[in-house]
């Protein structure tokens, strides 16, 4: 099966998506790359969670688009990060992809429109509900990234991360016999697209997602 069948389905049967970036790590990846690719397949709607901090074998961190924080990891793999003030360089990147995420949540929202127009911004404590709302709703379908050989990133992707409790529990599902969500996985470093399902009836929180890959 395609992603874009997989696309599809989940428009057909309003099952909310989520992207994940993986091989950041690897030789020619291209976080900018792949997120043109992504918006030219699947529209304006798909929209960043995480930036990347460092490129191809220096991939290390991740910038958290809603808290606005960095994520930093260490080198020798424990998947333990540590929360930083995002690095100087990167600060501009990370206000424009911040704004860019706060004006997707609010599009259609009347209450979050009329408090982004008054305060310019939504505060944090709006903006997480607001994030999980539009993903439920399907007006964004976020974009993570992760390496999992040097195990950067992954913890956002687990049920108790502070990232993860912003995308709705659909989406982290483990097994049932309906699918009620999709993530659909993209290698940075390539433009081909495979997806791997979260699926579950249930809410609790789970270990590890059960998943499944299937290329292109």
Not at 54 to 63: A, D, L, S, W, Y
Not at 79 to 104: N, Q
Not at 112 to 141: N, W
Request: charged residues 25%; contains cysteine; proline residues 7%.
């Amino acid at each position: 099966m395609t992603t874009e069948k997989v696309w599809d389905y989940c428009t057909e049967y309003d099952i909310p998506r989520a992207f994940v970036l993986t091989w950041m790590d690897r030789e020619l990846s291209s976080f900018e790359r792949s997120m043109e690719s992504l918006e030219s397949v699947f529209g304006r709607n798909v929209v960043a969670l995480q930036l990347p901090i460092g490129t191809e074998k220096g991939f290390r961190g991740v910038i958290d688009l809603v808290a606005m924080k960095a994520h930093m990891y260490k080198p020798d793999g424990d998947g333990k990060p540590s929360i930083e003030e995002i690095p100087a360089a990167l600060a501009d990147e990370a206000k424009a992809a911040h704004e860019k995420l706060v004006e997707m949540v609010a599009e259609g929202d009347d209450e979050l429109m009329e408090e982004f127009f008054r305060e310019g911004t939504i505060p944090i404590e709006d903006l997480i509900p607001g994030v999980r709302k539009a993903i439920v709703a399907e007006k964004i379908f976020p974009v993570l990234m992760v390496s999992a050989l040097r195990n950067v990133g992954t913890p956002a992707c687990s049920p108790s991360s502070p990232t993860s409790s912003r995308i709705p529990t659909s989406i982290r599902r483990s097994a049932s016999k309906n699918p009620r969500a999709r993530a659909i996985a993209s290698s940075a470093n390539t433009t081909t697209l495979s997806h791997f399902q979260f699926l579950s009836s249930r809410r609790s929180p789970i270990p590890s997602p059960a998943a499944s890959t299937i290329s292109k």
